[in-house]
């Protein structure tokens, strides 16, 4: 025997020991999918189903506590810091008091400027800082209050499936209805359904959600694409939310458009950007609606009654990342991008059917045949117990979603090349080679 042998074999025991302790520890996990409540809530919440990655949330939660290395590839939260200039800049000005009062709730005026000043340099929009921007919480609290703004019983709103959960529930919130749309790769196809259903459905639906480069699937499309949708619009009396979370987060020379940019646009739609992937300011929340006068102005008067708008110091700190941190945004897209040829390129090496997206900060990914007869959520389940890899299950962006995973860029290549090596060990048989 040779004398590396009995050390390899220790190790390999010791895994499988340590694998099937964590094995007893997921099997403990439960997850109260009922959904009741002790108290009278309101029919709203009811709208709402048990959050399909709770179950998920659930197992990692209970894995690490049993010592597990998860690497998390699941939720689409930037690991990487934020410029040091920007975080210098929120030290100074949270050390001003007059920094902290209330703020206004449609943003510093300075801030909007930039924005502003951001779609002349970035698309060559013009928008007039004072009515058509307004500042948000992040894209998710100004999308959600603005179908409050919108929306209410007895409307409806066309939704592209699968996706992203808060472009379906904030319509549910707001006591509306939501027709989904098949997204298929066929962008024709795809304006047709849409037409078709602006056609057939009565009442006519109210609103259309948009999000390219889209999460979760990350398809893009081109200038044209809008130009068909705000004719469609026009033709319909139809409104327009674009969500547009990843304006920067493109690859391979790839530059994703804004719908604002079509002659017209404003009159009959809004945008939502952030500044979360660009300088990686995820958890500092700030965001903007630009578009349509009275689209902001119906969500700014929605937040005038349920906010004051960002801590000041915040929306300080991010002028100076419009001003100074475009370099840093271009070369965080190219890291992305990287990410990308790493998990793309080390899935195809074990079998895996996977097409490198021009954008975003996901892969979609088809589960291989073998295994997607077990569904995604057994699947993503699979895979954090036997790989110790999280996932995000496609059936949680609906059932269009079913038979895919998205995975998130959030870690570094060295970590996607171990995750890549862990799932390739937790599935024998794997598929051939992808050639």
């Known amino acids: 025997m040779p004398t590396d042998a009995m050390p390899r074999k220790t190790k390999e025991a010791a895994r499988s020991q340590r694998l099937a302790a964590l094995m007893d520890q997921a099997a403990m996990v439960r997850i109260d999918s009922s959904d009741e409540y002790s108290i009278d809530v309101a029919n709203r919440l009811h709208r709402l189903p048990p959050y399909l990655f709770g ?15 998860i690497i998390d590839l699941g939720m689409g939260n930037p690991s990487d810091p934020t410029p040091p200039i ?3 800049k929120l030290c100074e000005a949270a050390h001003d008091p007059r920094n902290h009062r209330y703020s206004v709730t449609v943003g510093i005026f300075n801030l909007r400027r930039e924005v502003a ?5 970035m698309w060559g929009v013009e928008l007039d800082p004072e009515k058509d921007i307004v500042t948000t919480i992040g894209s998710k609290e100004g999308f959600s209050h603005l179908c409050l703004a919108l929306l209410g019983p007895g409307d409806t709103a066309l939704v592209p499936s699968p996706a992203y959960p808060i472009h379906i529930y904030a319509v549910a919130m707001a006591g509306a209805n939501v027709i989904s749309v098949p997204l298929v790769d066929d962008q024709q196809e795809f304006l047709d359904s849409i037409i078709y259903a602006l056609e057939h459905i009565y009442p006519r639906p109210k609103v259309i959600v948009l999000n390219f480069p889209h999460n979760p699937t990350t398809a893009v499309v081109e200038l044209g694409f809008y130009e068909e949708i705000v004719q469609i619009a026009k033709r319909f009396n139809l409104l327009v939310i674009s969500d547009l979370a990843y304006a920067e987060t493109t690859f391979d020379g790839y530059k994703t458009p804004s719908i604002l940019q079509v002659r017209g646009a404003k009159d009959v739609a809004c945008e939502f950007t952030t500044t979360s992937k660009n300088f990686n300011m995820a958890g500092w929340r700030v ?3 630009s578009g349509h006068p009275e689209m902001v102005r119906a969500l700014a008067k929605i937040k005038g009654y349920y906010d004051y708008g960002m801590f000041q110091p915040i929306q300080i700190a991010a002028i100076i990342g419009f001003r100074h941190c475009a370099e840093f945004a271009r070369e965080q897209a190219m890291i992305y991008q990287r990410r990308r040829d790493c998990l793309c390129d080390g899935l195809r090496r074990i079998g895996w059917d996977v097409k490198p997206p021009k954008a975003s900060m996901f892969a979609w990914v088809p589960i291989p045949e073998p295994w997607r007869e ?12 036997e790989a110790e890899v999280a996932v995000a299950p496609g059936r949680g962006f609906g059932e269009n979603g079913e038979g895919f995973l998205r995975i998130a860029l959030v870690e570094n290549e060295n970590r996607i090349r171990q995750a890549v090596r862990q799932i390739k060990r937790a599935l024998p048989g794997s598929p051939p080679r992808s050639r």
């Open 55 to 69: 179950r998920l949330n659930a197992l990692k939660y209970q894995l690490r506590r049993a010592g597990a290395d």
């Open 86 to 88: 920007i975080v210098e």
């Open 117 to 121: 000043l951001y779609y002349k340099r």
């Open 287 to 289: 965001g903007f609606c």
């Open 374 to 385: 077990m569904g995604s959520i057994e699947f993503a389940l699979k895979l954090m117990r």
